[in-house]
């Protein structure tokens, strides 16, 4: 498995707990950032059948060309560092690790797309990210920085790294998902056609530049080519951020990890916004082809936690990170989030477990953005998966599990190389 | 070429005269926002239809081409 992803692994190179890989090391180990004519790389990347890694897997190729046909040597290239979900670590560590192989990816989409600008969008709660980002823009100056790229701080709010919330906070608004159409191809920042693209996803681009689409596509499976980096979180021996091939399965993951730390009960596969699987389910899934990557985050849940509290704690934070600009979500969320509340505490009703069940009808693509539509699936998810936990609340009106919650954020420490 | 309903969800306010108009196609959730019935209106639906759109407070409605990929 190692063998396949030499050569394509996006953190090869030196330790990282050397931190950041400067210009120097980074031209010395890969070469010079390669340079295509017109949208040849775009070519490339759908030979490579690269997909984005920002939790949608839309198609890389298909985005650039989009936004290529678009543009008359104006567009911008957003390089989206956001990752306000509270479970990953991945694109932090491989901004802070890998500072230049993210620029070669910003300033590759640059080319491709015919853009005059580029703008890395980083969480200011990760200011080490900032940092990294900014002093590598600033070692390429005079060498290799065909267009401006610019930082800019991400408000730390869930929702803010959603693409068209990233795109009002650069227009100068509030990070709040807009309607769509206009989509960013069509008109993005300063109205220009633009692409967002998830920072780890323009590092692959880095990569399959420099290998080609054969050595990428060796790697990996159909429909899940190249590496991942994933995040892997709570009962394992080491949390931490891990490259894997694609489409490795949970119970790989769960190993390069260092293994569980106690009999596991569930996955959580795909962060906040992802889904819930019974562990007995989970060992033998595909991440990405069997079940949707989402942010790439891994929670390992392990038995003698109260799946009920769990939920509570889930549901009351996404409703929280609500925008509060569509009723459906705004309103939905919060009583859904009051009634999982109701059911953690023992208080609630097999009617209002009924009631979850016809909310979760109702609310699902009512928004303007997917925020809602990933709670929903979330919670639905979790109901299933802890359904006899839920029955034990409602009969008995609590149980006398732990009440520990995944929300603290893991440690984002690259462990498997 | 027949029209669909659609609500701009960040627009509306839950005034709810669109369900009053159209319940043909529109139904109120739980919080008094419309669940909109995607089949294309026509005939006599289309004339009940307009009017919904005119009259929400809010410009929240609207009709569009059967197939149009937004809200």
């Known amino acids: ?417 | 070429m027949s029209s669909q309903v659609r609500v701009n969800p960040i627009r509306c306010d839950a005034y709810g005269m669109c369900a009053e108009l159209l319940p043909e196609r529109i139904t109120l959730d739980d919080w008094g926002y419309p669940i909109i019935d995607s089949r294309p209106v026509g005939g006599q639906l289309l004339e009940l239809a307009r009017k919904a759109v005119a009259a929400c407070p809010t410009a929240a409605l609207r009709l569009a081409a059967e197939g149009e990929p937004s809200r």
């Open chain 1, 1 to 417: 498995m190692i063998e396949r992803a030499s050569g394509i692994r996006l953190l090869d190179g030196p330790p990282t707990t050397t931190g950041s890989e400067s210009l120097a090391e980074h031209q010395a180990r890969l070469g010079a950032r390669p340079s295509f004519r017109g949208g040849d790389l775009i070519a490339i990347l759908e030979a490579a059948e690269l997909r984005g890694r920002g939790g949608a897997s839309f198609s890389t190729a298909q985005k650039w060309a989009a936004v290529r046909q678009r543009s008359r040597g104006n567009a911008v290239v957003v390089a989206n560092g956001a990752e306000t979900e509270p479970l990953s670590g991945k694109d932090r560590a491989l901004m802070v690790l890998r500072p230049h192989l993210v620029l070669d990816g910003v300033l590759l989409a640059a080319e491709a797309v015919a853009a005059s600008r580029a703008v890395l969008y980083i969480s200011r709660a990760h200011e080490d990210a900032v940092r990294a980002m900014t002093s590598a823009i600033a070692e390429r100056r005079g060498s290799d920085l065909p267009v401006p790229v610019t930082v800019v701080r991400a408000p730390r709010r869930y929702i803010a790294g959603q693409e068209t919330a990233a795109i009002a906070h650069l227009n100068g608004g509030a990070a709040r998902p807009t309607m769509v159409p206009p989509r960013p191809y069509d008109r993005g920042v300063d109205g220009r056609p633009t692409v967002v693209q998830n920072v780890e996803t323009l590092a692959h681009a880095a990569v399959i530049a420099r290998r080609g689409a054969a050595a990428y596509r060796s790697a990996g499976t159909q429909g899940a080519t190249g590496t991942v980096l994933l995040t892997i979180a709570a009962a394992i021996h080491s949390p931490g951020v891990y490259e894997l091939e694609g489409g490795s399965t949970i119970a790989q993951a769960v190993s390069a990890g260092g293994g569980a730390t106690t009999s596991v009960a569930a996955v959580l596969v795909g962060g906040y916004f992802g889904r819930w699987v019974a562990a007995e389910d989970a060992w033998d899934l595909r991440l990405g082809v069997d079940v949707p990557l989402g942010s790439a985050a891994l929670a390992i849940f392990p038995h003698g936690w109260c799946g009920v509290t769990q939920i509570a704690a889930l549901v009351a934070f996404l409703a929280r990170e609500s925008a509060r600009q569509c009723g459906p979500c705004e309103h939905g969320l919060a009583s859904l989030a009051a009634t999982t509340d109701e059911l953690a505490g023992g208080r609630a009703k097999p009617r209002d477990a009924e009631r979850l069940q016809r909310w979760i009808a109702q609310i699902a693509g009512r928004g303007a953005c997917h925020h809602p539509d990933g709670a929903v699936v979330l919670l639905s998810s979790a109901l299933r998966v802890f359904a006899a936990d839920v029955n034990t609340h409602l009969r008995r009106g609590g149980c006398d599990r732990d009440q520990a919650t995944l929300l603290p954020a893991p440690d984002w420490t690259i462990r498997g190389r």
